[in-house]
């Protein structure tokens, strides 16, 4: 069962990898206009300008996607917290839950993703918000990078430690609904173009199908060396008869 998840998870990753990938290539070569600030080129210029046109600027919603993701980053900082606490009090990094690995590596991840974007421009951002800093990139859409993976791999993190289901359930819930407004507000704020929102959502779902399946096999590993460790002693007792 767990080996067929594992490959649903890596064609997961490898689809949303790719689409994310293709979504790039259209907005580069496809219908491409300066609709953007100070004549500034974006693809898939009918569909976005379109939807640009069509919601307007929101500042509201914009402050509350702001605040949420905020939150987010205080949700990141809890299990960095929990990691360090671990380390001090085990005293060895290989003490340390492999999931919490796991998940600074799909931190991290994330990181180097909107690095890369900053430096990479595919296109800036529907509005100028800020006069001082100028155009801003805005592909993909780092507060729906910041929503979807934070939130949702602590909903996962939650799984997997609280067994409780009266507590698990409900936080559960609470951590998807915050994702989704998130995206929801940053989506009908105006501060983004549509490509750039479903880029954000394509690259996440990708980073968080690519934990789930290192998590899977960090406790693999972990399980396979628990049988072992099993055996160890029964094959001493067996050399001694």
């Not at 046109?53 to 987010?72: C, M, P, Q, T």
Request: charged fraction near 20%; hydrophobic fraction near 50%; aromatic fraction near 8%.
């Amino acid at each position: 069962m767990s080996s067929l998840r594992n490959r649903r998870r890596s064609l997961t990753a490898g689809i949303c990898i790719g689409l994310f990938l293709l979504l790039i290539i259209l907005l580069k070569t496809v219908d491409v206009r300066p609709i953007g600030p100070m004549s500034s080129s974006v693809g898939l210029a009918a569909l976005n300008g379109a939807f640009k046109d069509g919601i307007g600027y929101h500042e509201g919603l914009e402050k509350v996607s702001d605040l949420l993701g905020k939150l987010a980053l205080l949700i990141a900082a809890g299990f960095a917290c929990l990691g360090l606490y671990q380390l001090v009090t085990r005293k060895s990094l290989k003490k340390v839950d492999a999931d919490l690995f796991a998940l600074a590596g799909l931190y991290a991840a994330l990181v180097l993703v909107y690095v890369f974007f900053e430096k990479c421009v595919i296109n800036y951002r529907p509005l100028i918000l800020d006069e001082a800093k100028g155009m801003e990139p805005s592909f993909p859409s780092s507060h729906t990078m910041l929503s979807v993976v934070i939130f949702l791999s602590a909903a996962y993190e939650v799984r997997r430690r609280l067994k409780d289901v009266t507590i698990q359930k409900p936080v559960c819930i609470a951590l998807a609904a915050l994702c989704a407004v998130t995206v929801l507000c940053r989506l009908f704020s105006g501060v983004h173009w549509l490509t750039d929102i479903l880029g954000g959502l394509l690259i996440s779902a990708a980073l968080l199908s690519l934990h789930r399946l290192a998590v899977s096999r960090f406790a693999r590993k972990k399980r396979a060396k628990k049988a072992a460790a099993k055996k160890a002693p029964s094959k001493r007792a067996e050399v001694r008869r």
